[in-house]
Nanobody, 119 residues
């Protein structure tokens, strides 16, 4: 399994943007589908978006469609999450994860990065 480290979280005002990065080490990220989850205080971890190994296929939950965009740079062993038009409801710890391919359970997780959106 690759090791995953997220970065790019922080405090932003509503309507602002953040770009999260997920760097992989100890392996080849292109061998895995990538995904982002988030967990808000007192809530269960929630799937947000996923991207196929080659980056050609992506999925989003309805609440982030049109605002968030997942991408990847396999040459740099990184997956990204561009978040625009952020809302206070987006406040959570964001985790990147990998699975053998889209549709398979995610079995490898980063430590998370905090995103706080102020109103």
């Amino acid at each position: 399994q690759v090791q995953l480290v997220e970065s790019g979280g922080g405090l932003v005002q509503a309507g602002g943007s953040l770009r999260l990065s997920c760097a992989a080490s100890g392996g080849t990220l292109s061998n895995y589908a990538g995904g982002w989850y988030r967990q808000a205080p007192g809530k269960e971890r929630e799937f947000i978006t996923a991207i196929s190994r080659d980056g050609a296929t992506t999925y989003y939950i309805d609440s982030v469609k049109g605002r968030f965009m997942i991408s990847r740079d396999n040459a740099k062993n990184q997956v990204f999450l561009q978040m625009n038009s952020l809302e206070p409801e987006d406040t959570a710890v964001y985790y990147c994860a990998t699975s053998p391919q889209l549709g398979y359970p995610y079995d490898n997780w980063g430590q998370g990065t905090q995103v706080t959106v102020s109103s």
